[in-house]
């Protein structure tokens, strides 16, 4: 391992260049919403991060990745220092600064929170998961929950006094939940008795809370069938009386345990309801709008998601560099002589072109998902009501592009670092393994990466008349013009023009075909075509942080010039050779029988 | 899990097309050298080994892979169903297969040993590893060890009484093994005594045979510098007297452990020889002859990592296909029906396109391992001395090519097949995850991608003034001229060409680059060159499958023919588009100071 094993990503200095040079945090805290607080407490927040990630995530990481979780009557215990971690975390109130200051938290915007997260999740990964996945359950209540919802099960939350859950996917249904069978049955007292069983629920069963918020979906007898029959529940895993003092266990158990590849930390389990009948649920909202509602915390999954990987492609990232840096080995390719010293391997062509790869595709990432945490703050609370919906469109259009593109390329990065490291980097010694292994589930969870291309192809960029695309370009555009201004982008500011215009005119022929050709033919390139478009907006973030660093002469500047050029060259090049591919439509997949494979 | 889980790879169907249609196996086995069998020995082979991989090698993967290897003593015991499939493997004489029957072994060509392997690999990467290690000792004492040596160490090995290890790696000495310091002292009995230790060395402790024949690189006081300095030992577990009893145990002890990501099965260790002054070796040939002679073993050993590589990606093919097509879930896109039947997986367009995809990489990377084990057997036992120097030319060649460009393309492959299990892909209850594990080391051991691109574009090329290229480039083009006369191919006949044409104009231009602009500079797209490289070459092969099974009306000459299409349309122009790009000679990585990064 490293001397001073402690590499916490993003570099402070580089999360400083994009919150305050390339984003205006500075602007957004000035906004009357989140105007309590200014640039001083927001740094005093990013430095106490640092120091809880340095101090309890970062250490406890390998540990909590070694450790094997086990059910015993239905209860499991967690490893003493994932407690503490939590434990700190909560202390330091790090679980309400998205929230309102009405509903106790610290009113952050979410560009300077998902900042925060950060730090945690690129050092302790499967850690931070229990901490989202109660902030993201906290959030839906706090849009959608009554009164009392709030007081019982919100305000805990919030304090970190009970975690929460997100229950969707059952045995036989993942991506399509229009297919679940959890069965709600309305009570004479109003609350619903559950009953079924869920699979894949992270978190839903540990000791390092009071009490577990379940959010579950689940279909009242009577319901109109598919996604439109779905309504959301709160099921707890302990009742509460009316002061919300714990009152007595629900039939809400975990029966099951499923093993994992990676984010090995979150216990990952079977949720079985009313096995006995008597699981108590709580109707949020209108019965039937539980796909609306679950939506919402989706979306801000997706950017979560897309946040992760893009702390964990960082994280290895740094790393990777690092040992590049002290680890001597072999001579320079025109230096013959076998006495001479060895160099570090940062030396080596190879080594340089991979770690150069994999800081344009992590910081590329970074600023991406920045930009869409900064739209969801415009969205909240910018001046305008159309600055607002502007801001609400883009994000619509961009969160399918900011879940998949971080996530699919971030294994692909991550594997980079392994690779710089060599046998070391295969080793559990180190922590890439565990980096690679954690990013791989980012592709999957919260829906697939083939959902996603979906998602945008078929339907973001349909919605409006395709006014989310016109928006989105018109952004890049103005970055493009800003940019030829500049002394050193024109040639970026051109290429990235040329993209963009194939972009256009490639989804304009993708969107026709689908009426044209069908859905299955038109959209059987529909990943390929999301990578692609993912590519196009990275390159435009990376224009924006290089117009930044233009005309400074630190190394920092240089390396983000450098980045930004490797990104055109290759990740930009690649798309729009991937997109003309499309255009032709002559893409066969769907003609081959599966009986040919 | 899949009912009937045993999913074999390759298919016999396809194995049989590529050993006996697209190559000349049957013509092979009409050598004077080989012709002591004939088809109907092969395959009985053939089904003994598939029949012996599903009762002993599939059903013991997953508890293999789990099982924690402990030290004690210096010893350490392994699981007993690993035993049994070793012993199983020893009992059937396929421990002997390619070697000749003045060894003691069935004088089997390479093309058909290779062949039977991968059902091995393909269901038990990590036992057959065991196999593999023992065979590849053997072939190199088969070659350099005297007589007695070929006695005492060699025909145990054959006979699979003795296991074989490799020992190069040190703690400081990986890819540059000129480094290395394990030492080697002259005794007054001819013999060897050896101090210092090996790093990373898989299988140098276990149960599983009498004895362990090490195979150690070392240092003889007075030796040359660098690799030039470097002899090859035979140093056993345990010594035996002149008649091959065993004596006593040698001062060669494991003294640790590694974990590893994957091929986690085969025990990994820290080697340490001559702690207390007795580790007796015995020098194989000359002093200083040992990097030439561990080539000899490495060369087959790469070849042998492809074909493991390939082996992977097949596996998880075979398995990601069953379960798409058992798999229901959702509704076909232009049915939006949701009391619909859920329809397989496989007929979702991005399903089917993952699934294409890796039947175009695992398919095609096993056409490439199988033309080269073909050129072993030419360069062995063909008639002609000019074919037996031309293929031991071309094979030169592609032996970076056949290790890097299926473990690389292994790693996206098998990546995608978790992708079409989504989060049961991601489970260790299904093998995926552990295929993904396992492939991730391809890249890394016996010389990474990053080294295995020098040897490529600042070795082979250049040897004999690029005569390898120039054989290589006839042999396409030969293919080429064949499949211009078969009607549907001739799209793809002239694609090829003009992707050799940009592959030997910019081979032309990086070689000249490397007098001109110095090594650093000019390598620095290696691996990009050896990546599209790789993808030129298995388009030559896809193109050699695609004309054996134009105009036949099956699904399975279908499905040849659809996924030489879409590795044309994807991989073999994305690998023009690199080439291009190289060809600019702008790639600027070199500039990028370490400090900027």
Known sequence: M????TLLAPRRRDLDFQLYEVLDLAGILKLPYFAENDRSTADAIVDAAYELAADYFEPSAAELDAYEFRLQDGALTTPPRLRSALGALVEAGFFGVSFSSEDGGLQLPMLLTTAIGLAFAGSNNSAYAYAQLTTAAAHLLAIFGDGEQRR????????????GTMALSEPQAGSSLGDITMAAEPAADGTYRLRGSKMWISAAEHDLAENIVHLVLAKIPGAPAGVKGISLFIVPKFLVDAGGTIARRNDAWVTGLNHKLGQRGV??????????????????????DGMRQMFQMMNESRVNIGANAVALSLAAYEYALRYAKDRPQGRSLSDKNPLGPAVPIVEHPDVRHMLLRQKAI???GLALVLYCAALVDEATAAHEKTQREEAELLLDVLTPVAKTWPSERGVESTSLAIQVLGGYGYSPEYPLERHFRDQRLNPIHEGTT?????DLLGRKLRLKDGAGLRLLSRRIEAEIAAAREVSGLEEEATHLQAALETLLRVSATLLAAQAELGAERALSGATLFLDAFGSIVVAWRWLAQARRAAGNPSDFAAGKLAACRYFFRHLLADAEVALERLEKLDDYVWDVRPEFL
Chains 1, 2 share one sequence.
């Open 2 to 5: 490293l001397a001073g094993s």
């Open 152 to 163: 019982l099960w919100m305000r805990p939350l919030i304090e970190g006094r009970y975690f």
């Open 267 to 288: 216990v990952n389990t079977v949720l079985t309801l009313g096995e006995r009948g008597e699981c108590v649920g709580y109707l949020v909202g209108a019965p039937h």
């Open 362 to 364: 992590a910081e590329g």
């Open 450 to 454: 083939g959902i996603q291309a979906l």
